[in-house]
């Protein structure tokens, strides 16, 4: 590693950081002259990509409210004028119908953007704070600043929303960003990387695409923050190379989502709004209700009503239904099917690997320790698991690593409670699934192995953020600091101790008077100090 190096001011150069055997040398900015030709040629497109962010986001350029409505309002111009693109590229790579693009991609990002736009003069102006005695005549806030370069590495399964949504509080906050979107959808990410450029700054936001290389080339650059949705060994490979430089990150993993059904809920609505959960997508959602918890008297009837929810949803033949989608791609297919080889299919498992089609599949009396109990299914198949009751499920699922959604479904307000009480998960819906995702005022967030941090709204531009603390004071009222001056005695200890421990909510015109009272004090302290 190369020590420091004093540079003059203005300009940018690129200084090798460290040599790795069968690799070339990697560069980072520092400030300073622009690389040489020859300097360039051994960057890599990924480092190339980083380095013009990096100098993009040093001119400033990124942090005016103006220029950050603008980008936005760029990109939201994209979602309207570049629509057939989008649900073209969807539709290949994942079969989902034009409506449904719409309605699970781009819908909420257009309503995202509109609330950015509309609120981002009042999340990026300074936060005043309570004060203490000591600080009642100095200026006190927080201010949020732009972290730098943030590195977004997207998820296939909504290669837009959940791609482009940490994008749009990037921007917000006035940072630049690396956008890496998932080569599993192959078609999504030209159309991104084709896309983006014409409509938002393309050197303080490019687009890098490929595959696990190419990822593992930007993981070896320093960023401000990393972004990545997907799963828990990958999110662990990214914590490790953001550890190297003391990276920030915010993880989004999922998990295994349980969903309880008390015996007492309305099961035909309970189940219909599991089914949709379920199925949408696939089950290529990483909210979506993983296996169900119920007692053996009602497993019979969840079952059939799941089964008629189904058909009302995707007809008798949901592979002719343009409103169930498709498996991503024959590896996850291989996946997903072998975990149906210790358990009871009790509808469904209808399937074509030439089309990775997967009918939607609930298999009932699963035990514990069966394949699809292992690990997130991430795909169209419902377990249920017989409970004896509210107390053996929340033994079962705080058995389990905490998911990053939770279900509850009961009329009982005693169960949904105890269900929130005593059991830990990214989030809780009673009564429904996936819709807390679209409620922009609720952080949306893993806990423990479904992740760390949390975006959406607000949330996405304070996750982005520095919130730097800031105190102003004026080179006046000296007298009042002698208490902290040596020499240290027991009398300025106690001063200190009223001033620094005493609060009390005084108003404004309390404040005043204390001020008035402050003033005379300290007055009175430096004629002390000068006698």
């Given at each position: 590693m190369l020590g420091p190096k004093?540079?003059?001011?203005?300009?940018?150069?690129?200084?090798?950081?460290?040599?790795?055997?069968?690799?070339?040398?990697?560069?980072s900015l520092r400030g300073g002259r622009k690389p040489t030709e020859a300097q360039l040629c051994r960057m890599s497109r990924e480092q190339k990509a980083v380095a013009r962010a990096r100098k993009a986001f040093e001119t400033g350029r990124s942090k005016p409210l103006?220029?950050?409505?603008?980008?936005?309002?760029?990109?939201?111009?994209?979602?309207?004028?570049?629509?057939?693109?989008?649900?073209?590229?969807?539709?290949?790579?994942?079969?989902?119908?034009?409506?449904?693009?719409?309605?699970?991609?781009?819908?909420?990002?257009?309503?995202?953007?509109?609330?950015?736009v509309k609120k981002l003069k009042e999340w990026a102006a300074p936060r005043p704070v309570e004060k203490n005695l000591m600080t009642l005549s100095d200026t006190v806030y927080i201010r949020p600043e732009p972290l730098g370069v943030v590195l977004i590495i997207g998820a296939w399964n909504y290669p837009w929303a959940i791609t482009i949504q940490p994008l749009i509080g990037a921007?917000?906050?006035?940072?630049?960003?690396?956008?890496?979107?998932?080569?599993?959808?192959?078609?999504?990410?030209?159309?991104?990387?084709?896309?983006?450029?014409?409509?938002?700054?393309?050197?303080?936001?490019?687009?890098?695409?490929?595959?696990?290389?190419?990822?593992?080339?930007?993981?070896?650059?320093?960023?401000?923050?990393?972004?990545?949705?997907?799963?828990?060994?990958?999110?662990?490979?990214?914590?490790?190379?953001?550890?190297?430089?003391?990276?920030?990150?915010?993880?989004?993993?999922?998990?295994?989502?349980?969903?309880?059904?008390?015996?007492?809920?309305?099961?035909?609505?309970?189940?219909r709004r599991i089914a949709w959960g379920k199925y949408t997508n696939c089950g290529q959602t990483c909210i979506a209700p993983d296996y169900i918890l119920c007692e053996p008297s009602i497993q019979n009837q969840v079952i059939e009503e799941v089964q008629k929810a189904?058909?009302?949803?995707?007809?008798?033949?949901?592979?002719?239904?343009?409103?169930?989608?498709?498996?991503?791609?024959?590896?996850?297919?291989?996946?997903?099917?072998?975990?149906?080889?210790?358990?009871?299919?009790?509808?469904?498992?209808?399937?074509?690997?030439?089309?990775?089609?997967?009918?939607?599949?609930?298999?009932?009396?699963?035990?514990?320790?069966?394949?699809?109990?292992?690990?997130?299914?991430?795909?169209?198949?419902?377990?249920?698991?017989?409970?004896?009751?509210?107390?053996?499920?929340?033994?079962?699922?705080?058995?389990?690593?905490?998911?990053?959604?939770?279900?509850v479904f009961s009329h009982d307000s005693k169960v949904i409670n105890r269900v929130r009480d005593e059991t830990s998960s990214g989030g809780l819906l009673a009564n429904d699934c996936l819709v807390h995702y679209s409620v922009s005022s609720l952080p949306f967030?893993?806990?423990?192995?479904?992740?760390?941090?949390?975006?959406?709204?607000?949330?996405?531009?304070?996750?982005?953020?520095?919130?730097?603390?800031?105190?102003?004071?004026?080179?006046?009222?000296?007298?009042?600091?002698?208490?902290?001056y040596p020499p240290h005695t027991a009398k300025k200890l106690g001063w200190a101790r009223f001033f620094i421990l005493k609060t009390v909510d005084l108003g404004w015109v309390g404040r005043m008077v204390l001020f008035a009272i402050m003033v005379v004090g300290a007055a009175v302290a430096v004629q002390h100090y000068l006698n």
């Open positions: 004093v540079l003059p001011p203005g300009g940018w150069e690129l200084i090798p950081e460290i040599e790795l055997p069968n690799y070339s040398v990697r560069f103006e220029h950050r409505i603008h980008q936005l309002k760029n990109l939201q111009r994209l979602l309207t004028e570049r629509k057939k693109e989008i649900v073209d590229a969807i539709k290949k790579d994942l079969g989902k119908s034009e409506e449904g693009t719409q309605l699970y991609e781009t819908l909420g990002l257009e309503g995202e953007i509109n609330m950015a921007i917000a906050a006035g940072n630049a960003a690396v956008i890496k979107p998932s080569e599993v959808c192959v078609h999504t990410a030209k159309v991104m990387e084709d896309l983006l450029p014409l409509y938002i700054d393309k050197e303080l936001y490019p687009v890098v695409t490929g595959g696990v290389t190419e990822t593992q080339e930007l993981l070896r650059q320093r960023f401000d923050h990393i972004f990545y949705t997907g799963n828990g060994t990958v999110g662990k490979l990214i914590m490790e190379a953001a550890a190297k430089h003391l990276t920030p990150v915010t993880l989004e993993l999922g998990g295994k989502s349980p969903c309880y059904i008390d015996k007492n809920c309305d099961l035909t609505i309970a189940c189904v058909k009302e949803f995707y007809t008798d033949d949901p592979k002719s239904c343009p409103d169930y989608c498709r498996i991503i791609n024959q590896r996850h297919f291989k996946r997903i099917m072998a975990m149906l080889e210790d358990s009871t299919i009790a509808v469904g498992g209808d399937n074509d690997e030439s089309d990775c089609y997967i009918a939607p599949t609930i298999l009932k009396d699963v035990k514990p320790e069966a394949k699809v109990m292992q690990e997130e299914i991430f795909g169209p198949l419902l377990p249920i698991l017989s409970v004896s009751g509210l107390d053996e499920a929340i033994k079962f699922i705080n058995r389990g690593e905490k998911p990053l959604a939770l279900y967030g893993g806990v423990g192995n479904s992740g760390m941090g949390c975006y959406h709204g607000k949330f996405s531009f304070d996750q982005l953020s520095h919130q730097r603390g800031c105190l102003i004071k004026q080179l006046k009222m000296e007298g009042m600091n002698s208490m902290r």
